[in-house]
């Protein structure tokens, strides 16, 4: 009886491992485990901008549009730079002035480094005026030398006063050295980020949560270098500054020369302003201007996959 009923249990084994292998489902059936859920994405809001952070920025919008037109309205009273402590017509780095062809046209003519270009119509003569930069392009539009410097030099120590503000926050919130400073990381992966860039693609998930490299490169080349230099070539060329701190036009090397760097560092100012507006109409404009304005950022997280 003990071996009848011992034979039967091992062919009840047989059958039901036969009934496992029969059955592909079975051996791959996943453990308790291994239960995961994929959802096609996922929103998550991320408190991107802090108060401060997000009024400089505001405020640095008139005040920087006002203080370039304004300055190009300085420029055109002698449109042209040169290096050192005096100024030579003949050996000037950049000029934009009209010139009157052999047949009385008058064209405008820049002169770069001693190679002249036709910028009729934009730079040297437009609007059928006498002017280095166009009506339009500066503060008041009409040649008023005087009003122009008065409209600078207020919106300049708005400014740096606002700048100011900035840095000794960026400074004490530790948002300089924590989100501007490239870590270790960042630098090995320079190149990929620049191929990215290049190519059109920006990041996404947990990469968009935090400054790429070349943002933070950006950022602190513009706080801790741009803007400084603007704001010292400026005083450095005020005749007040000079009085009482003469060593700055030497360190510069002379009037003309911090003008030249002045007006370098603006140009560069103005080529991160168009870099810096393409890329947040790139990367999602209206998420963009709403972080700056509530400073809530949505990030797009794809493929989402959790266990159960």
């Given at each position: 009886?003990?071996?009848?009923?011992?034979?039967?249990?091992?062919?009840?084994?047989?059958?039901?491992?036969?009934?496992?292998?029969?059955?592909?489902?079975?051996?791959?059936?996943?453990?308790?485990?291994?239960?995961?859920?994929?959802?096609?994405?996922?929103?998550?809001r991320v408190y991107r901008h802090r108060l401060p952070v997000r009024i400089s920025h505001w405020l640095n919008v008139p005040f920087l549009i006002i203080l370039i037109m304004s300055g190009l309205q300085i420029f055109n009273a002698h449109?042209?730079?040169?290096?050192?402590d005096r100024s030579d017509r003949d050996r000037s780095l950049l000029s934009i002035r009209p010139v009157q062809t052999a047949g009385g046209e008058i064209k405008g003519l820049t002169t770069i480094l001693g190679h002249p270009f036709?910028?009729?119509?934009?730079?040297?003569?437009?609007?059928?005026?006498?002017?280095?930069f166009p009506a339009w392009a500066t503060i008041p539009s009409a040649r008023?030398?005087?009003?122009?410097?008065?409209?600078?030099l207020f919106?300049?120590?708005?400014?740096?006063?606002?700048g100011l503000v900035f840095t000794a926050y960026a400074l004490a919130s530790r948002h300089a050295t924590s989100d501007l400073v490239p870590t270790k990381k960042d630098w090995r992966g320079i190149g990929k980020s620049v191929r990215d860039h290049l190519l059109l693609r920006h990041p996404a998930g947990d990469e968009a949560k935090r400054y790429n490299v070349l943002q933070k490169?950006?950022?602190?080349?513009?706080?801790?270098?741009?803007?400084?230099?603007?704001?010292?070539?400026?005083?450095?060329?005020?005749?007040?500054?000079?009085?009482?701190?003469?060593w700055l036009l030497t360190v510069f090397g002379g009037r003309q020369a911090?003008?030249?760097?002045?007006?370098?560092?603006?140009?560069?100012?103005?080529?991160?302003?168009?870099?810096?507006?393409?890329?947040?109409?790139?990367?999602?404009?209206?998420?963009?201007?709403?972080?700056?304005?509530?400073?809530?950022?949505?990030?797009?997280?794809?493929?989402?996959?959790?266990?159960?």
């Open positions: 009886m003990a071996e009848l009923v011992q034979s039967m249990d091992a062919a009840f084994r047989r059958g039901k491992e036969s009934e496992l292998s029969a059955d592909p489902s079975a051996s791959d059936m996943p453990r308790a485990s291994d239960h995961r859920v994929s959802s096609p994405s996922a929103i998550e449109p042209a730079l040169y290096w050192g036709d910028t009729t119509g934009v730079l040297g003569y437009s609007g059928g005026m006498r002017r280095a008023w030398l005087a009003m122009g410097r008065q409209w600078h919106f300049a120590w708005l400014f740096v006063i606002n490169l950006a950022y602190a080349g513009v706080l801790f270098i741009v803007a400084p230099l603007i704001v010292l070539t400026g005083l450095a060329m005020s005749p007040m500054i000079d009085t009482a701190f003469p911090a003008r030249t760097i002045h007006f370098i560092a603006c140009f560069s100012f103005v080529g991160f302003i168009l870099i810096h507006v393409i890329q947040v109409i790139l990367t999602g404009f209206f998420n963009n201007i709403r972080s700056m304005v509530t400073g809530w950022f949505l990030v797009k997280h794809q493929g989402v996959t959790h266990e159960t």
